[in-house]
């Protein structure tokens, strides 16, 4: 396949957008070659400028999980379109997506709506700081939890590739205050909290890990989190921007049973448009302004559009449960394939899933936390990534990277996949 328009396009950006893109794990950085521009997307499928077609595995980074130009969300967002974009002022949709995401999700009572992932967990932790008075926070190396100042620090995918996992222009002050831990371990997680003790305003973690590769959570693991955050007056707060509303209805809170104190959410459920939410029992979202003293904004939050699209997505997934069974089915039909042609041509591997989010790394070893995650072979994952694009299959660039299987994939597709991971693995 030639991506040559899609090269002339980018040399183009690159003169007046930095580095070409408008988020950086983007521009192929890591693994080589120049992006592919996208014209046009239709359930599994992706069509460039140079008019090749493309399987999808990466959806949009998680939202498109019933595939791309899901018409009963196109046709919301046209269909409010025509009635005025933006007014800055209530509308009754908005409540009807916040109920409809409070019955989904089981432990919270009231929502409230953003413009991205970043937006709400920068929003979730001035939220606890406010709530528990108190300033630092833990967070997971590499774990990503958006763009903001306190988690640029050892963020997986994206900042993790670039290898600045501590961004310039994040000062000393802010990283003070958040304290790194091990994805998997409990021990250092309590060591942390002994050593800070009354310091700790809240634990933030991907509860299924999706930004070092998709990394479940040891047996017991989130437990013990719940556990050591209740015993020490610990808010803690799950990030299920990639896995809300993908995992289960109700995200990892009903996949494992575990209850969080704070929910944030992005991708699926904004339905492709740009959309983040954050969510709590009553007692902690009322210390948010109007009606408590934690001030958090925004001009287009709750916008018609984004709301059209995420209540219309919403929807598809309340009516129809049979989806989540549907996309964890085909996933594992895709595991078994990959780990079976992986095996015939003595590629060494770990395959890490859970439900429609799936990771393939290229060492043996189990990939567990960060440190084991980084150990793949990183120039294999070059090749494989680039021999898969040649076979017309897009995952992510980068080996950081869960794969977001969507509902719209056939088992024609499956296969096609399969036998072209079974060719391009046979020259690794
Ligand atoms: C994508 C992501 C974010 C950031 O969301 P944006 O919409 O890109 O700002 C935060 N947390 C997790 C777990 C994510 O996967």
Known sequence: MLYQRSSQLFAEAEKVIPGGVNSPVRAFKAVGGTPIFVKSAQGAYLYDEDGNRLI?????????????????????????????????????????IAALAVKMVPNIDKIRFVNSGTEACMSAIR????????????KFAGCYHGHSDSFLIQAGSGAVTFGTPNSPGVTAGTAKDTL????????NISDLIEGNQNEIAAIIIEPVAGNMGCIPPNKGYLEGLRKLCTDNDILLIF??????????????????????????????????LPVGAFAARAEIMNYLAPLGPVYQAGTLSGNPLAMAAGLAMLKALNEDESIFKRLEEKTAYLET????????????????????????????????????????????????????????????????????????????????????????????
């Open 56 to 96: 999808d595995y990466i959806n949009s980074w998680g939202p498109m999980i019933l595939g791309h130009a899901y018409p009963p969300v196109v046709n919301a967002v046209i269909e409010k379109a025509k009635l005025g974009t933006s007014f800055g002022m209530p509308t009754a949709l908005e409540t009807e």
């Open 180 to 187: 790194l831990a091990r994805y998997n371990d409990l021990k």
């Open 127 to 138: 939220l606890a700081r406010g709530y528990t008075k108190k300033d630092k926070i833990i």
């Open 239 to 272: 990030d299920e921007v990639m896995t809300g509303f993908r995992l289960a209805k109700g995200g990892v809170q009903e996949l494992f049973n575990i209850k969080a104190d704070i929910v944030t959410f992005g991708k699926v459920i904004g339905g492709g």
């Open 337 to 428: 394939g990959i780990r079976k042609v992986l095996t015939a041509n003595n590629v060494l591997f770990t395959i890490n899933r859970v439900g429609s989010m799936i990771s393939v790394h290229f060492d043996a070893t189990p990939v567990t936390d960060f440190q084991s995650a980084a150990r793949g072979d990183n120039e294999k994952f070059k090749k494989f990534f680039h021999g898969l694009l040649q076979e017309g299959i897009y995952i992510a660039p980068s080996a950081y990277e869960t794969w977001f299987l969507t509902d719209a994939l056939t088992y024609e597709d499956l296969d096609f996949t399969i036998d072209a991971i079974d060719k391009v693995s046979s020259t690794l």
